[in-house]
Each structure stands twice: as C-alpha cells, then as structure tokens.
C-alpha cells in the first residue's frame, strides 16, 4: 500500500502556489491522476520519484517513509511519455541497465532480461535500435525494463499520450497485467478520461495542487463533480 | 528561372575566382626556367620541414584546444545556474570576432618576456604559436561543444539517477553518445582552422623551424622571390585542406551555436562542484587575461604619438573601407545563393541545393593566399598587382566571409522558403514587396549577424593584405604586423587595442542597426 499523507511542494514562496496532496493506492491497483494541465499531477509524481523534494508530509510505502531516499534507493520505476529508452543502446542494453548500470550481469540475470523482453512481446528484437521500432513498441521496451527492475511502484507520465487509441488501450491492458502479477502499486497521468476508465476502478481529479475529488472512475466522470472537473471535462 | 540566373553568375565568378588563380598556378609549374626539384617535395628537406611542421602544429594546436574545451563545456553545462554564466560564455565568443594579429598582441602582453606571466626565454616559436591558437580555438570549441550536453532529454538525466548510474556510467551511457556525434567534426574544424592560420604563425612563427605553408607561401612570394616554390607550396596546402574538408564532410556535421540556459538534474559533490568552477575560472582567465592585459599595456602605451600618426588614420579608413566592401559584396552574393537553393530545397531538390550551398563554401577547401598566390602569379605578368590591392583584397575577403553568410543566413533562409513561399505566390508579393514585408522582417537578425561578423572577420585579415598591401595600402592589421617588424611593441599594442575596440564596435553597431534590438516571432 503506498499512502501519501499531507505531501507538500511549491514551486514558489507565494502561499498560492503551494501544493499538497494526501491519497492512498492498494497494492495491485492503478490509480488514475486527470487533471487539467499544471495542476499538479507530474510534480506528484516527481515527488513520489525524488526528482522534487517536498517540503512537508510524507510517502510511505508499507508503512515504511521513503520520501527521504535517494532517487536511486526509492522503490519507483518512471514511464515518461519518451526519452525512456538511449536512442544509441540497442533493445536488450536499454533493458540490462535496468538491472545494473555496469552491465555485469549475471546469467540469470541476462536470462531475466530476455525473458521480460519475451513477455512484451519483443523477442528477436533485442540488437535493434529504439530509432527502429514504433512508438507502441518503445513504451513496451521501457515496461520491459519496469519488469527488470522489480521496483513495487510503477508511475506513468502521459506515457501512451502519443500513441493512437488501439495502441494505447492494448498498452493499459498490460500495464495492469504487469501491475497485478508483480503485485505493484500504479499511478498513471492521463488527460484522456477513456485511459482513466480503462486503467482504473479509481481516480483522483487533481486541480490548483490538491486532490479535489477521488472516487470510482466511472462515477466520477459520470458525475462531473466538483464544478472544475465538469469544466476539465467540458461538460457544463 | 529568374532566380537562377543571378545565382548562376555568382557560381561563375566564384569559379572564376577559385579555378583562374589555381590554373594559373599549374600553369607556371609547368613552365621552363623553374627547377624540377622545386616541384619534388619528397626530395626537398625545407619543404618537407613545412609540411611537417604545419601538421604537427594544427595537431597539437587542436588537441590542446579541444580536450580542455571537453572538460569546460561539460562544466558549462553542469552548472546551469552559475551567476554570470551568459557573461562568461559571451567571453568566449569574444575570440570569433578579436583579430588574429590582436590576438597575438594580446598573447605577448601576458606570456612574453615582459609579459605578466613570461614563458621561458622566448615565446616566438612552436609555444607561443600554440598559445594563440588555443585562446582563439578552445573557447569556439567550448560553444560549439556546449550545445551538444544541452541537447541531452531532461528524462535522460532523470532515468540515469533512477538507475543509479555513477558519475562515469553517466558518461558513458548519457554524455559521450551524444558528444560523439559532433566531437569529429569540431576536431577537423579547428584543425583546418589551425592549419590555414595565417597571422598568428606569420608573427610568432620564429624562422623555418616554426613556418606553416601558409607562411612559406607568402615568403616564397614576398621575400625569397621564387614563385615555383610557393606554387608546390600552394598546391600541398590545397590537397591537404582537400583532405580534411572531405574528412569533414564524411565524418560528420558541425552541431549549431545555440546556447539554452536549461541544466541537467543531476545532485553533485561539493568537490565536483567546486571543480567545475575551478575548470570554468582557468578557462575564463586564459581567454581573458590576454585581453586584460593588453588593455592595461595599450592605456600606458605611446597613445597621442600613435593616434598623431597620419599611417594609423589612412590604415584605419582602408580597414573600414575594406571590411564594409567585402560584407557588402559576400552577404549579396550569399542571398542570391541561398536564395536559389533554398528555392531548389523547397521543389524537391534538396542535393542540388545542398552543392549550391557548398559551392559558396569552396574556400573552406581552396585557402585565401592559395587564392591569392594564384591571382599574384596570373595577374603579376599583365598588370603591377599591388595597384589592384583593393578589388584583390576585397573579393578575397569576400569569398572568405561567403561561408559565414551562408551558416548564418542559410537556415532562416530555407524555413522562411518553405513556410511562406505558396503564400507569397498566391499574394504575388515578389520582389520588392517580398523582401519589405516578409524576408527584411524575418530575416535581418541573421542577416545583421552575417554582416557584422564578415565585416570584422575582413578588417582584421592580415593574409591577403599581406601579400598584396604597401605602406599606402595598409591596413591597421598590416599597420601592426610592420610596427612589430620594427620592433615598435608599444605602438604595435595601442595599435592592437584600437583595432579591437574598432572591431567590437562596428560588430555592435551593425548587428544592432541591422539585426533590430528585438527578435521576431515567426
């Protein structure tokens, strides 16, 4: 169970500016964050990883705080929309480093790389370059990776937001397959209330750096409540 | 095609330009009355001295510049939020616009013997050579290499940390890939551009241990009176830049100037941090310090006698005269080039367009005083060159500053061609109109640019003015190079000092008369 409980940030001194969230995620869940743009979603999740430092709260996992470990010691692997894989390493290199970043792996470990690339769907892709593959198929070397390194929380930027639709629902498919297998914890920032239905039993709505509303996806969106989702949802 | 012919003639008198001189060049290694041995390299120890020596310099020059500039860029780049870093790295644009002969003066004041920091007993030679070529080369590497770290996804940054990669997993798998790309094609350019030096070689080069073929060249011509060896001379030079222009072209593409203030995210040491600006200061210094130091010497130099001297004003108005000349006439042929080829690019034809654009940079490949050694020799025998100094001397210039325009110029060019050029056929805004309306707006910041820069480029040029120029026809470059002949040092440095501040500002009032204050949107 990951809780977030009273997480602080601001970009700024202005009290306006000043962000706080509190949620929780079950473990095997994906939670889905909508939110008009700037609202916070991609700070929470920079938060969650270490690339910001909040001022206040804290992130448990487990009931274990991790709000104060390094970024390579936090349990988190990170799906941005791209730039996930090094354009010049082939398939299976970008996988390995997920591993370690000496690429002195083990042969279980070169195995274990294999089989996640297999499990996406990727064998006999291994020696190709990122430049040689479709934007679906980058996004599964990047889950490939996520496999490897068997960290419990998986967070997703607007990771399929440049894919088209059939790509995008086959990607969230598997993201909760991955999630559900392996037992993790999701967070996955989307501004297409499809991917949210989709995704996620629930969702939170995040608007001016808070969790305006969370509840189940389909009610949520049905409802349209508070007025700043009706307006985010276009449906005055 | 109405745009064609304009462009065809400019190709016909480039051509002129480049193939006459070298023909005649050939043609007068071929006459009697000039020794077969002179044209056998292998079998001349003074010429195979030259070679040697101008590889050998160029190398060490280019080493010396580009290894350190790794090291500086790279700690540019980590420290995005460096209090004055803008000012720092305008610093290091300093030197593209700082003639060479300033430069060498500047050198001097700080490593000669009466320099604040004297290098051993005598900087002429291979050191002070070096010395020069690194305050011009390490800070263009510096910015050219910059780019290249800046270029680098912040995701990158980000998903190393995650991973947990170490300072030198950082490097292999994040930076160098991408330092990779560009690091051939800096390392040939500086290396061309330390091989064709001509001014820093000619004043600090000590005799025929320390000569260039440039420099042999213009002393074949000048002193020792023996046009066959300038002509195997020039020919040697010619295939060498052949050589390393091919390899440029081959090997890899120049990555462009642009500097963003963006960072990396990356948490360092207090040591590296510290190291960083240790790497950043000794850079700045050393580009710098020259300057500083040659200001200092030139305000307590000989100023009245110097500005008194009726040779400094006449020097002074044929520099202006000169450097205006020749930007006028390059930018003009640049933009009926560019004009054309972008016109090529935009109909499909984007290989002949690219030859254009690569036509108008031949003297990358052909250098200036092989050039000029060839119209010295062709012209020589029907009229008394040195009364032609100033068209010589200009069209020279002007071929020299083509490559500038059509760097600075070309890709303006090319994507206002492609995004606007439908719409102005279908307003039938062409000619006059095209240009007030849609081409003055959107290009005259590249366009001030283009003519500032080969407009100081050209003013401080000492290699055509030397081989061509008298004491009427001087430059303030030239000017320089004769008082430092005449052992003239204090004379020379406040010389040195107006040159510089001529040159910075007539680069400020241009790029700021013609380029407008303000950007345009496009």
């Known amino acids: ?236 | 095609m109405s745009r064609a012919l304009p462009a065809g003639l400019v190709l016909a008198v480039l051509a002129l330009l480049v193939l006459a001189p070298m023909a005649g060049l050939l043609q007068l290694s071929g006459l009697p009355g000039y020794e077969a041995a002179d044209l056998r390299f292998w079998d001349n120890a003074y010429l195979r001295r030259v070679l040697y020596f101008s590889i050998w310099q160029a190398l060490l020059s280019t080493l010396l510049s580009v290894l350190p500039a790794i090291l500086v860029a790279r700690a540019f780049a980590m420290r995005g939020q460096l209090p004055l870093r803008r000012l720092l790295l305008g610093l290091f644009a300093l030197p593209l616009v700082v003639p060479a002969v300033v430069a060498v003066m500047a050198v001097v004041s700080v490593y000669g013997s009466d320099g604040w920091l004297p290098l051993g007993r005598s900087l002429y030679g291979i050191n002070g050579i070096l010395l020069a070529h690194v305050f011009f080369n390490l800070p263009l590497a510096v910015r050219l290499l910059l780019p290249q770290w800046q270029a680098i996804p912040q995701h990158h940054w980000q998903l190393g940390e995650q991973l947990g990669m170490s300072t030198w997993q950082g490097w292999r798998f994040i930076e160098w890939p991408v330092l990779r790309e560009a690091l051939p094609g800096v390392l040939l350019l500086v290396f061309m551009l330390c091989l064709t030096s001509f001014a820093v070689v000619l004043t600090l080069g000590g005799g025929p241990r320390s000569t260039t073929l440039e420099v042999a060249i213009y002393q074949s011509l000048r002193f020792d009176f023996n046009p066959a060896r300038a002509v195997v001379l020039a020919l040697l030079q010619l295939g060498l830049c052949i050589l390393v222009a091919t390899l440029t072209l081959k090997l890899h593409r120049l990555p462009e100037v642009e500097i963003a203030e963006s960072a990396p995210v990356r948490p360092t040491s207090a040591l590296r941090k510290w190291l960083d600006l240790g790497l950043i200061l000794a850079a700045t210094l050393y580009v710098g310090l020259p300057l500083l130091s040659m200001l200092i010497d030139a305000l307590d130099g000989p100023i009245l006698k110097v500005i008194t001297d009726v040779r400094l004003w006449r020097a002074l108005t044929n520099t202006l005269l000169i450097g205006l000349s020749a930007a006028a006439v390059s930018v003009f042929a640049g933009w009926l080039l560019l004009r054309y080829s972008a016109g090529l690019a935009h109909c499909g034809r984007p290989t002949v367009a690219r030859l254009v654009d690569l036509a108008g940079s031949i003297v990358y490949v052909v250098p200036p005083l092989v050039i000029g050694t060839g119209m010295f020799v062709l012209l020589s025998s029907h009229v008394d060159v040195f009364d032609w100094v100033y068209p010589i001397v200009i069209a020279i210039n002007a071929l020299m500053g083509l490559p500038f325009v059509i760097r600075c110029l070309g890709p303006a060019m090319r994507r206002n061609h492609a995004r606007y050029h439908n719409l102005c056929l279908s307003l039938e805004l062409q000619g006059w109109n095209r240009f007030r309306y849609l081409e003055w707006p959107l290009l005259r910041q590249p366009l001030g640019l283009a003519i500032a820069l080969v407009t100081v480029l050209a003013m401080g040029d000492l290699g055509v003015i030397a081989l061509f120029g008298s004491t009427q026809t001087s430059t303030l470059a030239l000017l320089i190079y004769q008082q430092l002949g005449a052992y003239m040092i204090p004379q020379a440095t406040v010389t040195a000092l107006l040159l510089l501040l001529l040159c910075l500002g007539v680069f400020a009032l241009l790029e700021r008369l013609i380029g407008g204050a303000g950007n345009v949107a496009h």
């Open chain 1, 1 to 236: 169970m990951l809780r977030i409980e009273q997480l602080e940030f601001a970009y700024s001194s202005a009290e306006t500016a000043r962000m706080r969230f509190d949620l929780s995620i079950a473990d095997g869940e994906v939670l889905s964050l909508i939110g008009p743009s700037g609202s916070g979603k991609s700070t929470l999740l920079n938060l969650i990883a270490g690339f910001l430092d909040s001022s206040e709260g804290s992130i448990l996992l487990d009931d274990r705080p991790i709000q104060d470990l390094a970024v390579a010691q936090r349990p988190v692997s990170f799906v941005f929309q791209q730039h996930n894989l090094f354009p010049h390493l082939d398939l299976y290199t970008n996988v390995a480093l997920g591993v370690d970043p000496s690429l002195r792996l083990q042969p279980t470990q070169v195995e274990a790389v294999r089989a996640a690339l297999a499990r996406l769907g990727l064998d006999g892709l291994e020696r190709r370059k990122p430049g040689e593959l479709s934007g679906g198929q980058r996004q599964r070397v990047a889950l490939a990776r996520v496999l490897v390194r068997r960290r419990k929380i998986l967070l997703l930027d607007e990771a399929f937001a440049a894919l088209g639709p059939a790509q995008r629902m086959e990607l969230i498919e598997l993201v909760k397959e991955l999630v559900r297998e392996h037992d993790m914890v999701a967070l996955l920032v989307s501004h297409q209330p499809a991917d949210a239905l989709l995704a996620s039993a629930r969702t939170a709505f995040i608007c001016e750096g808070r969790v305006a509303a969370l509840g189940s996806t389909a009610q949520l969106l049905e409802q349209g409540d508070p007025p700043e989702l009706r307006e985010y949802l276009g449906s005055k």
